[in-house]
């Protein structure tokens, strides 16, 4: 069986810390990173568009989805499910392609499970609490026990930073951005000296 060479770089954060953001700056740098559309139940937020930020299906697709097996992780969240369509993580995969991901904890300790040696998990801190709570509220999008929920949430899941490979503090966006853009150039090159090597 060939050796699976691409590299899934998953990205994980809170609402609020600027996640969706740097991903979109990502691929607007034309780096060669293929975006993997995660699918969700949930309502198109303003300016969100379907099959460019997020699959937006019902209720019923997705759970036919679940029952032909056909995301790679999925997970309920505030009522509403998200989840990572298999299909396209495998094909990028078998051409070695380098895979851009956002999504929760739960769902990148699932792909580092299934792809330990392809997965690099990359963790966008805020600054602090506060001005995660701040984020949110400039959000306008979300009541305030909505917001206390997703604090709630955030605390837990930093808990997480540590089994992470990378964790980046978004305190100031462009600094954050050149972070971020650094590790992702330097894990593709790396991934470009493994394969030349194993073909010469």
Same mark, same amino acid.
């Given at each position: %069986?060939?050796? =699976?060479? +691409?590299?899934? !770089?998953?990205?994980? *954060?809170?609402? +609020?810390?600027?996640?969706?953001?740097?991903?979109?700056?990502?691929?607007?740098?034309?780096?060669?990173?293929?975006?993997?559309?995660? %699918?969700?139940?949930?309502?198109?937020?303003?300016?969100?568009? +379907?099959?460019?930020?997020?699959?937006?299906?019902?209720?019923?697709? !997705?759970?036919? #989805?679940?029952?032909?097996?056909?995301?790679? @992780?999925?997970?309920?969240?505030?009522?509403?499910?998200? +989840?990572?369509?298999?299909? !396209?993580?495998?094909?990028?995969?078998?051409?070695? *392609?380098?895979?851009?991901?956002?999504?929760?904890?739960?769902? *990148? %300790?699932?792909?580092? $499970?299934?792809?330990?040696?392809?997965?690099?998990?990359?963790?966008? =801190?805020?600054?602090?609490?506060?001005?995660?709570?701040?984020?949110?509220?400039?959000? #306008?999008? @979300?009541?305030?026990?909505?917001?206390?929920?997703?604090?709630?949430?955030?605390?837990?899941? #930093?808990?997480?930073?540590?089994?992470?490979?990378?964790?980046?503090?978004?305190?100031?966006?462009?600094? *954050?951005?050149? $972070?971020?853009? $650094?590790?992702?150039?330097? @894990? %593709?090159?790396?991934? $470009?000296?493994?394969?030349?090597? #194993?073909?010469?």
């Amino acid at each position: %069986m060939k050796s =699976l060479k +691409g590299k899934l !770089f998953v990205i994980s *954060a809170r609402s +609020g810390s600027g996640k969706t953001t740097l991903c979109k700056r990502l691929l607007e740098d034309n780096l060669g990173l293929a975006h993997s559309i995660s %699918m969700t139940t949930r309502l198109p937020r303003p300016g969100e568009k +379907g099959s460019v930020d997020y699959y937006f299906v019902s209720r019923r697709y !997705f759970c036919q #989805m679940i029952k032909k097996r056909a995301f790679l @992780e999925y997970e309920d969240n505030f009522g509403y499910f998200y +989840g990572t369509p298999k299909r !396209f993580i495998k094909d990028k995969l078998k051409e070695d *392609a380098p895979v851009l991901l956002s999504i929760d904890v739960k769902g *990148a %300790m699932k792909i580092k $499970k299934i792809y330990p040696k392809n997965s690099i998990l990359i963790f966008i =801190l805020p600054p602090s609490i506060d001005s995660l709570r701040k984020r949110l509220s400039q959000r #306008m999008s @979300e009541g305030q026990s909505s917001i206390s929920k997703r604090l709630g949430i955030a605390r837990r899941e #930093m808990a997480y930073k540590d089994r992470y490979d990378y964790r980046i503090v978004n305190d100031q966006l462009e600094r *954050a951005y050149r $972070k971020l853009k $650094k590790i992702i150039v330097s @894990e %593709m090159n790396n991934q $470009k000296e493994g394969i030349w090597r #194993m073909y010469r």
